[in-house]
């Protein structure tokens, strides 16, 4: 089945009961959590063609997260049961999905070793590069992509103020690593914001 979602529409919460598993034909999905302060942490970002809420099907747990649209989406559902016979009869799948899991796996711990050690500026620098490509248009490769987030969710990603986020966008700016228009950021110096971002030993965190 597939359904349209409306921005800002929740797909599933944290502590819910799994029934099935998502692909995304249109649109960009927030996975997030919320903080003991009540904030809300956002730690990945799924895009056309990706699959998610697969974890708590694999794990037989409950959603460790919730997920919500960024945009206006179209994601198919495919039931639990029809997604699990899937697996058992598909080495294809099941090689993807292990690969799907690892790459998760590698992003959520340079994640944490970015928070913990990096400066807000490293931080919005690492993961502008990671939106970049995730917001790229397959069909112009060469154009950077138009990164359409709302500035408390960019805030959220990086994990500071929105209002220090806005600040350090005004710097990068002036500094030629970006274009802003209205909502959208654009990438305009790529080698200037990996050298901010200070990836030249780890420019495994945007491939």
Known sequence: MTHTYRKGEIIFREGGIPNGVFIINKGFIKNYKFTSKGEEQIHYVSVKGELFGYHAILGDEYYSDSASTLEDSQITFIPKDVFL????????????????????????????????????????AVNLLILDEKYRNPAKLTKPGEINLSRADLANIVGTAKENLVRILGEFKLNGLIHLRETIILVANKNELIKKAKLHDRKNLVT
């Open 85 to 124: 016979i899937a697996i058992h009869k598909s080495t294809g799948l099941n090689a993807k999905l292990v690969k799907l899991l690892a790459r998760e796996f590698n992003l959520f711990i340079n994640s944490i070793s970015t928070l913990a050690a990096s400066s807000v500026r490293e931080r919005l």
